[in-house]
Every structure is written in C-alpha cells, then in structure tokens.
C-alpha cells in the first residue's frame, strides 16, 4: 500500500513537471513570437519550434538524477526549491548542447519521437526564446513544485495522507525525536508507539504515547502493530545492539531510519551521507564553503573588494595623509590573526593608536583608551579603520562576510574554554558578519557572539551573505560598540 501511494504522487509530481515544462515553452513560444512576429499555427511546427517535447524529456531526466523524484516530506522546502533550479537549468544547458551539436537541423528521421528541434536554430529569435525559455523554466517549476508541497503540507495537518511510525528508543534521544516529529506535523509522520531499546521493560508509556515492549518482543510487535517506518533512535552506550537489530528488521518491509546519538547545536549546518566503495560515510561536521558556493562566494569577495578599494581609493588617501600628520607612526597597522583551517595571516588597518609596535599583541581597546589618538578614535567609531582589509580580501585571506579574525594567542584560550569555537575557522573571517550587524562589537558578550557566529556558518548561503552586506551598508559604520 506504501509503495502504490508513493507510486502514485511519483507519478502526480511526474505529470505537473511536464505539464509545468510544457507552459514554460509555450510562454517563451508566444513571447518570441510577440517580439518577432509570425502567429501562424501549426501542431508540427510548434512542437518544433517551441522544444516542448525536448525540453520535458530533458527536464524529466534531469530531475530524476538529482532525487526529485523520491520521498521528500520531512526535507526543507528551500532545500527542494534550489534542488528544482538546479535541475531546471541542468536541462536547459543539455538542450542548448544538444541543439549546438545538431547544427541547427531536424535531426534525421527515425532517431527522435516527433520533430523536436527547430530548422533555424542560431536565429536571434531562437536565441531570445532560450534566453526566455531559461528564465521561465526554472521560475514556473519552482512555483508548481512550492504550491504542490503546500498543498501536501496542509492536507497532512488535517491528518490525511499520514505515516505511522514506531521508535525504538525510550530515552533522551527517542523522546527528542517524538516531539520533533510532533511539532513538525507537515511532513504527516505520526507516532504510533514506542519500543524500549531494553530487551524487556514494565514501562507502558513514553511522553503519552504507549510502550509496546522491548527489543526481545521486537518481531511480535511489528507483525502485531505494522507501521510504515521505523526510527531507530538508540543511545550510544547501547550501539553495540544496533548491527542485530537492523539485521532482524530486514524481515519486515519497514523505512528504517537511523538517529546518530550526537548533539547538533554545534554543527555548521545538517550532516550528509556519502558512500565510498560501499562503505557509508557520516559527514558529521565540514566546511559549508566547499564547491560551487565557496567558488561563488570567492567571486563575489573579489568584485566587492575590487569595487571598494576603486570607491574608497580618495577617501583611503585622505586617510593615509592625517594618519602621518597627526601621529608618529607607519600608516599601516598589521596583526597576525587566524582564518580559514587556522591559518594566519597580517590583518591590516589604519593605525590608530600611539607607539603601537607592528603586530603587537595588545589587550583589547576600552572605553576613553588613553592609547587611541583622537583621529585614530574617530576613525573606530566609524569603522573606516578597516578600509586596508579590503586587501586583505582581494588576495584571500578574508571575505567580506564571515566572523570576525582572532588573534592566535586568543584563539589558543577560547579553544578549551568555549565549546564550538573553533567551528568559526570552518569558514573565512569576514570584515563585516552576522553578529556585527546585530551589535555585537567591542566588549560585548563573547558568548553571544559564538552564538551568532555558529548560526552564520550553520546557515551559510549566498543570500546570507548578500542580507549580511546590505545590513552593513543600512545600519552604517557608526557604533556605539566600535571603540
């Protein structure tokens, strides 16, 4: 029954794609022909024209590659939607390759179901109706797919198209597991019972809901209670059960869903698995900035800094000039400080304080700091200070948005004081981040800003980051923390 039900919305999120797929190209059919003219209508020579046929077959493809079409009710909506883009556009660079390669002729008859590619093919009509078609692919598929998953999300709130589910595990971790699966009652995955991960127990019920025995019982119990899934939600001191527990579960036609006894509050972002040679792989805790986005994010760090360092260049001039003429002392403050991995590197600024040794390793700055001059005072508050670390962003050793960089000497007492500090080195320190923008600067709570810093790097994405930069620019440079 579980299998004819997921069967079945395969089969619906199948047809909306292509019929999704099919109004995308008949839009981008219309507008092109809006633009260039000819409304003469023929079936042949719009399902030519229009690349209705290849374009779903391409996308169907496409999204079955990348799991669209497996079971997804408790993934994220966002997760899915860029999944859907990606997918869409994939199709899209394969339609283009494929009519490239055609050299802009009907393929030959006999090697396609139907006429499916235009005789002109590099015509600046086609070229718009890509260019259009491209845009509205991706837009119309995501907002088919976002309405449908409403749609689904909404009728499981109303207790239709449920799963039941059994978990075994009675301690924290199945307990964290039934209110979590509660209060997300979205995904339509309910809790039918308990099993206690001890052999035999005399509990009868766990946070309302009924205990039906223990892993002895275990066979007994499902035959006796089918469910559609099984979470199995074990502590790690009772692990060493687990490989024979998944090993009688293989006689029951049951989801079975593993629950790693581990606390999430200190990682990055959600763990992945991956498989080597067979041999499955927990991604428990990395880097978000690996692959495409940590390429993008380089990218955006070069032109933004580019785009700084052109804009500021008078004002970094004038600034260079009152240094010198209102204080003894190089222009140019470094420091060493930490990034990414922990490497370190010289951070640089205006200097703005007097007889500052190069690299000092300096206590923090105060309140009326007797050591700050006066324009190197004015010059904190405003944040203009830090207008050389654009360099440093140029040549990689910042971002423009990410935590703040710690000196080494600092970072060796925070590691072992403060749990998940050193999480913030699974990303570049930033010139401006998440807990800045929210006024945590200067001497205010460092574990707030720990705090802050592990929601950036849990939550990292290019939007993120964007949000972060027009904060800055919003709010200003100007705080009453910058001291």
């Given at each position: 029954?579980?299998?004819?039900?997921?069967?079945?919305?395969?089969?619906?999120f199948?047809?909306?794609?292509?019929?999704?797929?099919?109004?995308?190209c008949a839009?981008?059919?219309?507008?092109?022909?809006?633009?260039?003219?000819?409304?003469?209508f023929?079936?042949?020579?719009?399902?030519?024209d229009?690349?209705t046929?290849?374009?779903?077959?391409?996308?169907?493809?496409?999204?079955?590659?990348?799991?669209?079409?497996?079971?997804?009710?408790d993934?994220?909506?966002?997760s899915?939607?860029?999944?859907?883009v990606?997918?869409a556009?994939?199709?899209?660079?394969?339609?283009?390759?494929?009519?490239?390669?055609?050299?802009?002729?009907r393929?030959?008859?006999?090697?396609?179901?139907g006429?499916?590619?235009?005789e002109?093919?590099?015509?600046?009509?086609?070229?718009?109706?890509?260019?259009?078609l491209?845009?509205?692919l991706?837009?119309v598929?995501?907002?088919?797919?976002l309405?449908?998953?409403?749609?689904?999300?909404?009728?499981r709130?109303?207790?239709?198209?449920?799963?039941?589910?059994?978990?075994?595990g009675?301690?924290?971790?199945?307990?964290?597991?039934?209110?979590?699966?509660?209060?997300?009652a979205?995904?339509?995955?309910?809790?039918?019972?308990?099993?206690?991960?001890?052999?035999?127990?005399?509990?009868?019920?766990?946070?309302?809901k009924?205990?039906?025995?223990?892993?002895?019982?275990?066979?007994h119990?499902?035959?006796?209670?089918?469910?559609?899934?099984?979470?199995?939600?074990?502590?790690?001191?009772?692990?060493?059960?687990?490989?024979?527990?998944?090993?009688?579960?293989?006689?029951?036609?049951?989801?079975?869903?593993?629950?790693?006894?581990?606390?999430?509050?200190?990682?990055?972002?959600?763990?992945?698995?991956?498989?080597?040679?067979?041999m499955?792989i927990?991604?428990?805790?990395?880097?978000?900035?690996?692959g495409?986005g940590?390429?993008l994010?380089?990218?955006?760090d070069?032109?933004?800094?580019?785009?700084?360092?052109?804009v500021?260049?008078?004002?970094?001039?004038?600034?260079?000039?009152?240094?010198?003429?209102?204080s003894?002392?190089?222009?140019?403050?470094?420091?060493?400080?930490?990034?990414?991995?922990?490497?370190?590197f010289w951070?640089?600024?205006?200097r703005?304080m007097?007889?500052?040794?190069?690299?000092?390793?300096?206590?923090?700055?105060?309140?009326?700091?007797?050591?700050?001059t006066s324009?190197g005072?004015w010059?904190?508050?405003?944040?203009?200070d830090?207008?050389?670390?654009?360099?440093?962003?140029?040549?990689?050793d910042?971002?423009?948005?990410?935590?703040?960089?710690?000196?080494?000497?600092?970072?060796d007492?925070?590691?072992?004081?403060?749990?998940?500090y050193?999480?913030?080195?699974h990303?570049?320190?930033?010139?401006?981040?998440?807990?800045?923008?929210?006024g945590?600067?200067?001497?205010?709570?460092?574990?707030?800003?720990?705090q802050?810093?592990?929601f950036?790097?849990?939550h990292?994405?290019?939007?993120?980051?964007?949000?972060i930069?027009?904060?800055?620019?919003?709010?200003?440079?100007?705080?009453?923390?910058?001291?």
């Amino acid at each position: 029954m579980l299998k004819q039900r997921h069967q079945l919305f395969v089969t619906i999120f199948a047809c909306t794609d292509a019929a999704s797929a099919a109004g995308a190209c008949a839009l981008a059919w219309w507008i092109r022909r809006s633009q260039f003219g000819g409304y003469e209508f023929n079936l042949e020579t719009y399902l030519q024209d229009s690349l209705t046929v290849l374009v779903i077959i391409s996308l169907a493809v496409s999204m079955y590659t990348m799991g669209l079409y497996r079971p997804r009710r408790d993934q994220a909506l966002h997760s899915e939607i860029g999944q859907v883009v990606k997918a869409a556009l994939v199709a899209m660079v394969g339609i283009i390759v494929l009519v490239w390669m055609s050299g802009g002729h009907r393929l030959p008859a006999g090697q396609t179901v139907g006429p499916v590619l235009p005789e002109a093919t590099f015509t600046e009509p086609f070229r718009y109706q890509i260019l259009v078609l491209a845009i509205l692919l991706p837009s119309v598929i995501s907002i088919q797919r976002l309405t449908l998953r409403l749609s689904l999300r909404a009728m499981r709130r109303r207790g239709r198209n449920t799963r039941h589910v059994a978990i075994l595990g009675v301690g924290r971790l199945g307990q964290i597991t039934a209110r979590t699966l509660e209060r997300n009652a979205w995904t339509g995955i309910k809790v039918a019972y308990f099993i206690s991960h001890h052999e035999q127990t005399n509990r009868v019920e766990c946070i309302q809901k009924s205990i039906r025995g223990g892993t002895k019982e275990l066979e007994h119990i499902l035959e006796k209670f089918p469910v559609d899934a099984i979470y199995l939600a074990i502590p790690n001191a009772m692990s060493p059960q687990l490989p024979q527990i998944l090993q009688r579960l293989e006689r029951f036609a049951v989801d079975v869903r593993l629950i790693p006894d581990v606390r999430l509050k200190y990682l990055p972002q959600s763990m992945a698995v991956s498989a080597l040679e067979g041999m499955p792989i927990l991604s428990y805790r990395e880097s978000p900035l690996s692959g495409f986005g940590g390429v993008l994010k380089r990218t955006i760090d070069i032109i933004g800094s580019l785009v700084g360092l052109t804009v500021f260049l008078p004002l970094f001039l004038g600034i260079a000039i009152l240094v010198k003429c209102t204080s003894s002392g190089p222009v140019i403050f470094r420091q060493r400080r930490v990034s990414l991995a922990g490497d370190t590197f010289w951070i640089f600024k205006f200097r703005t304080m007097t007889n500052q040794p190069q690299g000092a390793d300096a206590a923090w700055t105060t309140p009326d700091d007797p050591r700050v001059t006066s324009f190197g005072n004015w010059l904190r508050r405003t944040s203009l200070d830090e207008i050389p670390q654009l360099l440093n962003v140029l040549w990689g050793d910042m971002s423009l948005v990410g935590p703040r960089p710690e000196r080494p000497e600092l970072i060796d007492r925070f590691r072992d004081d403060w749990r998940g500090y050193m999480i913030r080195q699974h990303v570049k320190a930033g010139m401006t981040g998440w807990a800045q923008v929210n006024g945590l600067r200067g001497n205010t709570s460092l574990r707030k800003r720990l705090q802050y810093d592990l929601f950036y790097i849990r939550h990292w994405s290019i939007l993120f980051d964007l949000r972060i930069l027009l904060m800055t620019i919003i709010r200003g440079f100007v705080h009453k923390n910058a001291y």
